[in-house]
Each structure stands twice: as C-alpha cells, then as structure tokens.
C-alpha cells in the first residue's frame, strides 16, 4: 500500500498549487480520502474529505470557498487545488485513505507534502 502526495512548494499570498496524492496496492475506489495538515508546532488539522464516488465533498471552516478537493478513481489519484493561498496556510498536506467494514476501519497514510505560503 502506498500514498505518494506531490505538488507542494513555496508560492506568494493569494497564490496557487495542486496537490496530487498518487495511490496503489489497494482498491482506491473503496476508500474515502482525506486532506489533512499539519503546521509547524500545531496538532493535525483535517482540512477536507470526499466519499468514493467523488460526488460529495466536505472542507473545514478555514479552506472552504478556496480549496478544491476531487478524485480521478480511474487513474487511482486524489487532488487538492488551492487558491488564494494565505500564509496560515503553511503546513505539511498528508492524504489519507480511510475504509470501515464493519467495526474495522483501515487507515492508510501518505509522507506529506510541504506547502509554504509567504513572501
């Protein structure tokens, strides 16, 4: 199983970027995925979520309106477009693929992606 998120760099306030989650060793289209961040000396924020269909989506207070989570099931990929950047914004962004059976939930995690925000 393997979660590889690409996409992240330095970019200006009121910028762009598209984070990229590249999922395989498991059946992607069964799992919910998340968005979740993590800013230098903070705890986990979860920042956005979307079901397996790809029809509803769901995005924390903070990103909603400017922050775009969508998935390709057919190419096994996760994207996170990102507009109006703002330097709160910095953190690592790690995927996460979620699936519960029953009373078992599977959780699998990539290794993050570094998006730094500032002049």
């Known amino acids: 199983v393997q979660l590889v998120e690409s996409g992240g760099g330095m970019v200006q306030p009121g910028g762009s970027l598209r984070l990229s989650c590249a999922a395989s060793?498991?059946?992607?289209?069964?799992?919910?995925m998340i968005w979740v961040r993590q800013a230098p000396g903070k705890g986990p924020e979860w920042v956005s979520r979307?079901?397996?269909?790809?029809?509803?989506?769901y995005y924390s207070d903070s990103v909603k309106g400017r922050f775009t989570i969508s998935r390709d099931n057919a190419k096994n990929t996760l994207y996170l477009q990102m507009n109006s950047l703002k330097p709160e914004d910095t953190a690592v962004y790690y995927c996460?693929?979620?699936?519960?059976?029953?009373?078992?939930?599977?959780?699998?995690w990539g290794q993050g992606t570094q998006v730094t925000v500032g002049t």
């Open positions: 979307i079901n397996t269909g790809g029809g509803d989506t």
């Open positions: 996460k693929a979620t699936e519960t059976l029953g009373r078992k939930t599977y959780d699998y």
């Open positions: 060793g498991f059946t992607f289209s069964d799992y919910e």
